[in-house]
T-cell receptor
Framework: AQTVTQSQPEMSVQEAETVTLSCTYD???????LFWYKQPPSRQMILVIR??????QNATENRFSVNFQKAAKSFSLKISDSQLGDTAMYFC?????????????FGKGTRLHILP | DAGITQSPRHKVTETGTPVTLRCHQT?????MYWYRQDPGHGLRLIHY???????DKGEVSDGYSVSRSKTEDFLLTLESATSSQTSVYFC??????????FGEGSWLTVV
C-alpha cells in the first residue's frame, strides 16, 4: 500500500524567508502524480502544485517549487519570499496513475506559520 | 475555483438520525469523492464514484452510503449518525483521475 510521510508536524519562519517542507512516499508504481495542497484557517483545500512522476523537470508555480527525487521517493515543497498569507496547513499527496485505483493518499500535514 | 458546492455547510444532528450531505458540481467531471478530515488522521477517503451509478468504497466507508444518479450530484448518507462521525466532510472532483479539486467542506456535529 502507498504511504505518504510528512516528518515536520509544524514549522515557523519569518516573512520573506524561504522555507522547505519535506515529504516522502512509498510506492512500487512507476507512473503516479504528486501534489501539495494548502489548507488555510478557512479549511478550504487549495491545490498548490502538481508533479507527474514521468516528468523529470521539477514543477514550479510562482513562488512555489518542488524538488522531486524519484529514486529517493522524495517530494519537497519550497516556498520562496514567504508571505503572511502562506500561513496554513500543507498536505503532500500521492495518486497512482491506474484507472479505477486512482485514489489520492494524503500525508498528515505540516502546519506552517509565517511570522511578521 | 472549481465549481463545487457542498450543502449543508454546517449541521448539528442527534445521534441515531439519518443525515445526507450533498455535493453538486458544474464542471461535468466524471470522478467524485467524499473525504472526512479529523485531527491526527488527515484526510481519509469514504466513498468515490467513477460515474453515474458507479461507486466504490474507500478506507472508512462503514456507516456511510452514497448515491450518484446524475453526473453533477454525489450524495453522502449517514444512515444512523453516531458521535464518531462528527467531522469535516469534503467533496472532491476530478476530470480524468489526475488532479483532484475540493469543495469548501461541510461541518457535521453529532450530539
Amino acid at each position: 500500500a502507498q504511504t505518504v510521510t510528512q516528518s515536520q508536524p509544524e514549522m515557523s519562519v519569518q516573512e520573506a524567508e524561504t522555507v522547505t517542507l519535506s515529504c516522502t512516499y512509498d510506492t512500487s508504481e512507476n507512473n503516479y502524480y504528486l501534489f501539495w495542497y494548502k489548507q488555510p484557517p478557512s479549511r478550504q483545500m487549495i491545490l498548490v502544485i502538481r508533479q507527474e512522476a514521468y516528468k523529470q523537470q521539477n514543477a514550479t508555480e510562482n513562488r512555489f517549487s518542488v524538488n522531486f527525487q524519484k529514486a529517493a521517493k522524495s517530494f519537497s515543497l519550497k516556498i520562496s519570499d514567504s508571505q503572511l498569507g502562506d500561513t496554513a496547513m500543507y498536505f503532500c499527496a500521492f495518486m497512482k496513475h491506474v484507472k479505477r485505483d486512482d485514489k489520492i493518499i494524503f500525508g498528515k500535514g505540516t502546519r506552517l506559520h509565517i511570522l511578521p | 475555483d472549481a465549481g463545487i458546492t457542498q450543502s449543508p455547510r454546517h449541521k448539528v444532528t442527534e445521534t441515531g438520525t439519518p443525515v445526507t450531505l450533498r455535493c453538486h458540481q458544474t464542471e461535468n467531471h466524471r470522478y467524485m469523492y467524499w473525504y472526512r478530515q479529523d485531527p491526527g488522521h488527515g484526510l481519509r477517503l469514504i466513498h468515490y464514484s467513477y460515474g453515474v451509478k458507479d461507486t466504490d468504497k474507500g478506507e472508512v466507508s462503514d456507516g456511510y452510503s452514497v448515491s450518484r444518479s446524475k453526473t453533477e450530484d454525489f450524495l453522502l448518507t449517514l444512515e444512523s449518525a453516531t458521535s464518531s462521525q462528527t467531522s469535516v466532510y469534503f467533496c472532491a472532483i476530478s476530470r480524468q483521475g489526475d488532479t483532484i479539486y475540493f469543495g469548501e467542506g461541510s461541518w457535521l456535529t453529532v450530539v
